[in-house]
């Protein structure tokens, strides 16, 4: 391994990001300048898309122990970094360091690897039955197109890094334009022990963006973000039918029932919808409670939301931070006005103060909304809750199911079966129970309905990164 940067700052010279003709990053807790970065065009996309395919043809040579083994080494130096990449990452997103944030998010990228690298992807012996003998192996793609998110940057992207160089494709990673920093740190670090040219970063302007969805050496697309450019992106990939793993949009229903422990459970409730401020395409965003129950629930969730301290990043205390843009910041605002003028309750928040520094919207639990108020239905993506009471579970579900996502969901209740039971009536990719967004590395993670296509994480996830090879006699 080579030498790596030991403090914040060297990393950021390291990744040349102290460049200020470059384009700056601003850290949206302070709006000061992070650092700097340069985008990309055209030739430059061609010309790195031409070095993935040619380093790719050696890659796929490479045996799957010497593949973990390369990744379990990414893993170390990410490890050695940790403290340098969670101070970026928290300075240029805005998630703190502790609780859930980013701190936790380099430790995911790490688990990620090392879970991905110990997959096993034997040959399967599809029939043998004394006249025929048939077998599947999988063999990669080639070159990988990765689109990735602001809201967790390093470990969304990990998600497309780790099973695509797993299974023997190269990948060419284009990072949001919110927080390119982060990405280009995590994968500055990993290539300092991976081969060259299997794993390459490029911040690409508007017509170089579209270019990789169209790109004819360009095998697959892996993207994470809105549903509306998941659909462009499924649209211009059909050019060249390229294999698209999308990671859309949701609107997470919960529903607790009428047996559930309030007090055991609050803290869990709470951080399945304010899990990244909200920023979690996974999270819990719209709750449905009994009457029996609802100003228990109410006054649970005001009480933990109370406690956990908002602000800076950087302060050892906060465990919830800003918005990562203005424009997420005014999507919220007016989702949250347009309830108030509703007649919806307010349990806390909905008081922004638009004078200070950076993109802060405080914690927000709204009640007694109408369940078809655009804060129920449409993604609010941000630090608030609408809690919506029901007397009928019946209505309830359907609620639930109603609208045209369907990425994860949860239910809350002290008998595991009935909730089993509940769960499967449920339209959704993942049903947590209990708990909501719970991602594993080793469980399959995707949407339905216009959430997604295909899934990632585990052996499931690997396939989807190879083609199926099927061999007779």
């Not at 017509?207 to 990789?212: G, M, N």
Request: proline content about 6%; some cysteine.
């Amino acid at each position: 391994m080579s030498a790596l940067p030991t403090t914040f700052e060297d990393l950021l010279e390291a990744i040349g990001a102290n460049d200020s003709a470059g384009t700056p990053i601003s850290n949206p807790s302070t709006d000061e300048t992070v650092g700097y970065v340069s985008v990309k065009n055209l030739d430059e996309l061609n010309s790195t898309v031409e070095r993935a395919k040619t380093a790719q043809k050696e890659w796929a040579k490479v045996s799957h122990s010497d593949r973990q083994d390369y990744l379990n080494k990414a893993a170390d130096a990410i490890e050695a970094v940790a403290e340098p990449l969670a101070q970026l990452l928290s300075r240029e997103q805005g998630k703190p360091l502790n609780g859930p944030n980013a701190r936790f998010e380099v430790g995911a990228c790490v688990a990620w690897l090392r879970t991905t690298a110990a997959l096993e992807l034997a040959p399967e012996v599809l029939v043998d039955d004394g006249q025929t003998y048939a077998t599947m192996e999988y063999r990669p793609l080639g070159v990988v197109g990765a689109i990735g998110p602001w809201n967790w940057p390093m470990m969304i992207t990990m998600w497309q890094i780790a099973p695509s160089l797993r299974m023997g494709n190269t990948i060419v990673v284009k990072p949001s334009p919110y927080t390119p920093l982060s990405v280009l740190a995590l994968t500055y670090v990993m290539n300092s022990v991976l081969p060259e040219h299997i794993l390459q970063t490029l911040l690409t302007d508007d017509e170089a963006t579209v270019a990789i969805t169209k790109h004819p050496d360009i095998r697959k697309i892996m993207f994470t973000g809105s549903t509306a450019t998941g659909k462009k992106i499924m649209a211009a990939a059909s050019g060249t039918v390229k294999r698209v793993t999308l990671e859309l949009g949701g609107n997470d229903a919960g529903i607790i029932l009428d047996d559930f422990d309030v007090k055991e459970h609050a803290e869990t409730l709470f951080w399945g919808a304010f899990l990244n401020n909200g920023q979690t395409c996974a999270a819990l965003k719209r709750l449905y409670v009994p009457d029996a129950l609802y100003e228990e629930v109410c006054q649970a969730l005001t009480d933990v939301a109370q406690k956990m301290p908002m602000g800076d990043g950087l302060d050892e205390n906060n465990v919830l931070g800003p918005l990562q843009n203005q424009m997420q910041f005014k999507i919220v605002d007016d989702l949250v006005k347009s309830a108030c003028d509703s007649g919806a309750r307010v349990l806390m928040g909905a008081n922004p103060d638009y004078d200070a520094p950076g993109n802060f919207y405080p914690t927000t639990l709204i009640a007694d909304i109408d369940p078809d108020h655009p804060l129920v239905v449409e993604e609010q993506f941000g630090p608030v809750l609408p809690i919506i009471r029901y007397s009928d579970l019946d209505w309830a579900i359907e609620e639930a199911n109603k609208l045209e996502v369907g990425l994860g969901s949860s239910i809350w209740s002290s008998d595991r079966q009935r909730a089993r039971e509940v769960a499967a009536q449920l339209e959704a990719g993942s049903t947590w129970i209990n708990d909501h967004g719970a991602i594993d590395p080793r469980v399959p993670f995707g949407g339905i309905k216009q959430s997604g296509f295909g899934v990632e994480f585990g052996l499931e996830g690997l396939k989807q990164l190879g083609v199926p090879h099927i061999i007779n006699g």
